[in-house]
Each structure stands twice: as C-alpha cells, then as structure tokens.
C-alpha cells in the first residue's frame, strides 16, 4: 500500500517559536494533501487542503498566516505553526490523495506528529 | 449541515461479536469509510462502501443503506488488539472526507 512519512513523530517548543512539520508521499505522487489536528478524545479536524503548485484552502476558523502550507512537489507538503501556544499543542496528522478530486477516493495518512508547546 | 453521528463509546467481550453504527448527512455522498485508530497513532483504513450491501473483509464486515444514510461496522471474533477508535466518516460531494468524532471500543477479556 501506500506509505506516507511524517516528520518529527513529536516536539517540544517553547511559546512564541515556530515548528515545521514535514509530510511526504513515499511511493507515489501526492497530487492533494490534507492536515488533520486531532485533540485528545476528539475527532479529526480538517485544518487545510492542499494541492500541488498552488495556494492551499484552509477550512473555517484555521488561520492561515499561522499554520504556513507550502505543497512545493508532488511527495512533499509542510506545516508550519508560527508562533506556537500552548493551546497549539495538539496532534498534527497529514494525508495524501493520489489523484484529483473525483480520481482516486482513498486518503493514506502519515503517522502524526505530536507538538507539545510549552 | 454536514453531520456523522457514532456511539461514544461501547464496551465488548474477547471473542464475542461487536457492531458500531454510524448515520450520515452530508452534501452529496460518494461513500463511507471506516477507519481504525489506536490511541496515539494515525488512522488506518478499513473498509470503503459505496454500494447498498455487506463488505466482508476476514473478521471485519462492514455495511452500508444509502436510503437510510446508515452504515455499521461489524467486528467478529474480537481480540484484546481490537481494542480502538473506530472512525466512520462519509465522503461528500466535493470528495471531502467528513468525520464522526469515532467510537471507542473496549475490550474486556
């Protein structure tokens, strides 16, 4: 199946710095990725929909000069939460779609990174 | 509005056999996913329907009534290991996954 990497696993930064957060489609070419945040005991919030080459959607209510995506390829998709807060700390999940909207259904998600702001 | 709905939480024997329901109402509907989740991990896929009917996948079934916006998971043979978040969460119109806050199932021995 399709692998999908996401890095760091977790991190722990201090108030007021950034964190970038890398997802990569390992054996295929992402054309759509998404960035889930998944607070404990809750369910999967879409924060933004990406595709290649072009300006991310970013869902209601997510600020988009705070959480930077940058889909710079087609196996490569960052995440950066700019001056980070503790009610920033969160799982970050990411996901990859194969083809466009209406191709290919199926989403591999990454691991996750767990950001802890202190 | 766009709307999953899931029990919160159930509780199973080993061995025994467990259903997990889930209602939809979303913007279109282009078919259900269930997903699984272990505490501290990312989701992995399950099962997809689009079809009225039952998927059988080894100890893992899952169904689907697009008239009733139904669908149920259902898990036989259970083991400590299924022990889980179960995410149903529809695929709308725009091919957008929408998600139910997920079931988690506990398993007793």
């Known amino acids: 199946g399709a692998v999908v990497s996401q890095h760091p696993s977790w991190v722990i930064c201090k108030s007021g710095t950034s964190v970038k957060i890398e997802c990569r489609s390992l054996?295929?070419?992402?054309?759509?990725m998404f960035w889930y945040r998944q607070f404990p005991k809750q369910s999967l919030m879409l924060m933004a929909t990406?595709?290649?080459?072009?300006?991310?959607?970013?869902e209601q209510g997510v600020e988009k000069d705070k959480f930077l995506i940058n889909h710079a390829s087609l196996t490569l998709s960052t995440l950066t939460v700019t001056s980070a807060h503790p009610e920033d700390s969160s799982f970050y999940i990411c996901?990859?779609?194969?083809?466009?909207?209406?191709?290919?259904?199926?989403?591999?998600f990454g691991p996750g990174t767990r950001l802890t702001v202190t | 509005g766009q709307n999953i709905d899931q029990p919160t939480e159930m509780t199973a024997t080993e061995g025994a056999i467990v259903q997990i329901n889930c209602t939809y109402q979303t913007s279109g509907f282009n078919g259900l996913f269930w997903y699984q989740q272990h505490a501290g991990e990312a989701p992995t896929f399950l099962s997809y329907n689009v079809l009225d009917g039952l998927e059988e996948k080894g100890r893992f079934s899952s169904f689907l009534s697009r008239s009733k916006g139904y669908s149920y998971l259902l898990l036989k043979e259970l083991q400590m290991k299924d022990s889980a978040s179960y995410l149903c969460?529809?695929?709308?119109?725009?091919?957008?996954?929408?998600w139910g806050a997920g079931t988690k199932l506990i398993i007793k021995p």
């Open positions: 969460a529809a695929l709308d119109s725009n091919y957008q996954l929408i």
């Open positions: 990406s595709n290649e080459g072009s300006k991310a959607t970013y």
């Open positions: 054996d295929f070419q992402a054309t759509t």
């Open positions: 996901s990859s779609r194969e083809g466009a909207s209406g191709e290919s259904y199926e989403q591999y």
